[in-house]
């Protein structure tokens, strides 16, 4: 089976400069479809998501886990990501597919030392991160996988599928 998965907005109609706020709350209403209206499973367990508030200001009217999703880190601070953000609805259907051939699964030990699968992808370039709080997982983050590290993802793939995992 292989995926169709387009971006919600048009490039044209993504504003890449500054948090909109429009866009994101119409990006938050796909999130609440997809991960609190309609729960699913992956691999047997609960997708759960992080219902905190953020302690950034500007996202405490969402929750943790749709606050990492459309941010990316930066040296300590994490700001908005629209190309990221843009493909918020693209999580369930790679969640709900991770067997095809389209999708690479493997676990990898984080500098925290947690060990958490990794959905990546491929043709698209999107990664999907669960940590697995038993007996259920944790949508920890997505992200447009940057050309630069493709190389080092498809390592620690090739790693797990010769049962090399640190995990």
Not at 2 to 29: A, M, R, S, W, Y
């Amino acid at each position: 089976m292989i995926l169709t998965l387009i971006p919600h907005f048009n490039d044209d109609d993504l504003i890449t400069t500054e948090v909109n706020h429009d866009q994101i709350g119409k990006l938050f209403e796909i999130f609440r479809r997809d991960f609190i209206d309609d729960p699913f499973l992956v691999r047997g367990k609960n997708v759960k998501i992080n219902m905190q508030v953020p302690k950034v200001k500007e996202y405490e009217c969402y929750c943790e886990t749709f606050y990492h999703i459309i941010t990316r880190k930066y040296g300590r601070d994490r700001l908005y990501d629209c190309h990221r953000a843009n493909r918020i609805h693209w999580i369930k259907p790679i969640l709900t597919s991770q067997d095809t051939k389209n999708i690479l699964r493997f676990k990898w030990k984080d500098e925290d030392n947690f060990c958490k699968d990794h959905f990546w992808c491929q043709p698209k370039q999107f990664m999907v991160v669960l940590k697995e709080i038993s007996p259920e997982y944790l949508i920890v983050t997505s992200f447009c996988v940057d050309k630069s590290d493709e190389g080092m993802y498809y390592e620690r793939y090739k790693s797990f599928k010769a049962g090399e995992s640190q995990c």
